[in-house]
């Protein structure tokens, strides 16, 4: 009798119970119409479950065989099956089962000598590779390889024997599977979860469904966030940018003005101001009233934006910028930064209006701060509209010998807005030096400018998002907050369309929302109507009439919404005011926010949930909440998930410094938050069984 690999009953029987005995949470029933079917009973498990299977044709081997199983023997069981099998002195049956034996023999040394080797310090950003990570980890999934060929080579092993009862020779194809004994862990590695997955019905690509959020993998992403923040500065360009890497991943972009027409398979996207926009999949096996995965966030930040009228009168020889704060901007991280303009601007062609982006990414402003040798007016507080005003440059004489800006009295006459043919056009409301820089940044000559009606237009650090720290290990940037997990959430459906659609029934969703920052009440904030519409109509074009009642009701009960903003991760100066036990970490993972008051939408259902899909990828969530004597800021959350009536959690990544105009999270923090995303959009159809009658 051949030696069987690996035996793990204890492991084997502890999944197949978990598999079949997990107990169901019971909901009544939103979820479907109103056609109730009775469940499964236990003992109708229970005996589905001690039916003849081809395993049981196999016996186990003994578990300390494999574990005795020193390398030095190992290998010498091998020479000597390479012997036998080369010199043929065992029928055509034995010789099979040998070469199987050989072959499973050759992956158990390689599995031994990859998980034995030395690892290398660090990864290509400076990051502590997998020495550093716990042995329990590598034990486990060591037992895991070892379990896995087990199974698989119980299968073959049964197979064969019953080819043996009809054909003496075995099969054509038996003889092709073993006429490579020696496969090399890479094709071990790509199967790993093959015999399993086929036996629950999964899919063979459930590793690229389930991709780990392990800190190499992790790393690949640090990159192309810091480029996404450097190259992006405000909320337009985020979008704009978003946008190109839908249309380069195949998604078709929807207009609010239009019909729709939606497919099975179909990947989707609608923009709303600009500013705002939401993607989604449709799974290949969707039917109406299905349910929808998503991740919601904003992607506004905080900033300081131009005021309507710009121009202000020169002061003490400097030209001057007015602007606005937007939510927190203008706060003390601004004083003596390096700042630069951008946003949108509406520009007359012919009979049409465009709008083009405009980025003038070197320093432009700066708001000087008082040294503090002047007491205690440098001490602050500070009013935000006399004394943080930037400056853009020096009062010279060829600025003075442009037209005056304004009466004397500036309130002499009232603030109309003219066309160009009128008394004064929009860009003489304006600094002429910075219409100047717009225009030749748009490709507009001197005699063009006018042509600008209007436009959006803010501050913003022009430093570059960098790595930080002796190994890289860190990311400093401004808009983190929150642009992380914004980026983080689209690249998560991008990946999920790729590796999951064909097998999901969902609507896979990612709304990202712009005024959150301000209370979210504007028509592209998450308080409008944007994202419920849209799954109204997306559900409605799918089943071929507008949804009623009952459908949407069925669809939004049969979803779940993870409200994914950044959160406090712990500053070692401040501990004392972080409630102990509940301060997340950087390069760790996602951080389930928790509140009592209802600032968030976690609870203990939503929060199972999740577990259960970072289960999946092996992602670690951490837990936040403030203390007692703290308030609370507030998300999207709770008004998304009230006004749609879906299940939901907060949980976002980490960040220092939140609200500072250059803040700092991970620099693992951007992939482990794409990872854990993935794997909820993938993962979460699978776990709602679970909660399922």
């Known amino acids: 009798m051949v030696r069987n690999i690996a035996s793990m009953q204890s492991i084997r029987g502890s999944i197949d119970d ?65 012997r036998q099998i080369q010199q043929q002195e065992s029928p055509p049956y034995q010789a099979k089962l040998m070469l199987l034996e050989r072959q499973n023999l050759q992956r158990l040394a390689e599995a031994r000598a990859q998980l034995q080797s030395p690892l290398s310090p660090t990864s290509s950003d400076g990051s502590h590779q997998a020495q550093d990570e716990d042995p329990a980890v590598s034990h486990d999934s060591y037992l895991a390889q070892l379990f896995s060929l087990e199974r698989q080579n119980k299968r073959r092993l049964a197979l064969a024997r019953a ?97 729709w027409k939606i497919e099975s398979s179909g990947k989707y996207f609608v923009e709303r101001n600009g500013s705002s926009l939401i993607a989604f999949v449709v799974g290949a096996q969707y039917e109406p009233g299905n349910g929808a995965a998503i991740l919601a966030g904003h992607i506004d930040a905080l900033t300081a934006k131009l005021k309507p009228v710009s121009q202000v009168p020169n002061k003490a020889g400097y030209l001057q910028l007015g602007v606005a704060p937007y939510a927190g901007g203008l706060g003390r991280t601004w004083w003596d930064r390096d700042l630069g303009v951008g946003g949108r601007v509406h520009i007359k062609e012919g009979d049409k209006i465009v709008t083009k982006l405009v980025k003038l990414d070197w320093p432009i402003a700066k708001i000087p701060s008082l040294a503090e040798h002047f007491g205690a007016p440098a001490a602050g507080p500070f009013n935000k509209e006399t004394q943080m005003v930037p400056i853009i440059g020096l009062d010279t004489a060829e600025e003075r010998a442009v037209a005056p800006l304004a009466p004397v009295d500036p309130f002499a006459a009232p603030p109309l807005l003219r066309s160009r043919d009128g008394l004064k056009s929009f860009v003489n409301t304006q600094p002429p030096a910075l219409v100047k820089a717009i225009g030749s940044a748009l490709g507009l000559s001197s005699n063009e400018t006018h042509n600008i009606i209007n436009w959006e237009l803010e501050l913003f650090d022009v430093q570059p998002a960098t790595v930080l720290g002796l190994n890289k290990e860190l990311i400093s940037a401004g808009r983190i907050d929150d642009k992380l997990c914004s980026w983080a959430a689209l690249q998560a ?146 008004m998304l998930s009230s006004a749609m009536g879906v299940r939901a959690i907060d949980a976002g990544l980490a960040q220092l410094s939140m609200h500072s105009i250059r803040a700092t999270t991970g620099a693992l923090d951007p992939g482990l938050g794409v990872l854990m995303f993935t794997g909820f959009l993938n993962g979460f159809e699978e776990v709602d069984r679970e909660f399922q009658e």
């Open 493 to 638: 459906l991008i990946e999920s369309e790729a590796s999951d659609t064909k097998h999901s029934s969902l609507i896979k969703v990612v709304g990202l929302f712009d005024d959150e920052e301000i209370g979210s009440l504007l028509r592209q904030g998450a308080k409008g109507n944007f994202l419920p519409i849209t799954l109204e109509r997306a559900v409605g074009a799918l089943a071929g009439h507008t949804p009623g009642s009952d459908l949407m009701g069925r669809t939004y009960a049969n979803s779940f919404m993870v409200s994914s903003d950044v959160t406090h991760a712990v500053n070692p100066n401040f501990t004392e005011v972080y409630l102990a036990n509940h301060a997340p970490h950087l390069n760790v993972g996602v951080a389930i926010a928790a509140d009592s008051n209802g600032h968030m939408t976690t609870d203990s259902v939503s929060t199972t949930i999740l577990k259960r899909c970072a289960d999946k990828v092996g992602a670690q969530l951490q837990v936040f909440q403030i203390r007692n004597d703290s308030r609370s800021g507030g998300t999207v959350g709770p």
């Open 163 to 259: 080819e043996q009862r009809i054909d003496p020779d075995g099969s054509q194809q038996a003889q092709a599977e073993y006429q490579y004994p020696c496969a090399t862990l890479a094709e071990l590695q790509a199967s790993l979860y093959d015999s399993t997955s086929r036996e629950r019905g999964a899919p063979r690509d459930e590793q690229q469904r389930f991709k780990q959020a392990t800190r190499e993998n992790a790393a690949a992403y640090t990159k192309p966030f810091c480029d996404f923040l450097t190259d992006n500065p405000t909320v337009f360009h985020a979008v704009d940018a978003m946008k190109k890497d839908l249309k380069d991943a195949g998604f078709t972009q929807l207009s609010e003005r239009d019909a």
């Open 18 to 82: 978990m598999s079949a005995e997990r107990p169901r949470l019971s909901f009544q029933t939103e979820r479907r119409a109103w056609n109730v079917e009775p469940t499964t009973s236990s003992t109708n498990a229970t005996a589905a479950r001690s039916s003849p299977s081809i395993q049981n044709l196999v016996q186990p081997a003994e578990t300390s065989e494999v574990r005795n199983l020193a390398d030095e023997t190992l290998h010498a069981r091998m020479r000597e099956l390479d």
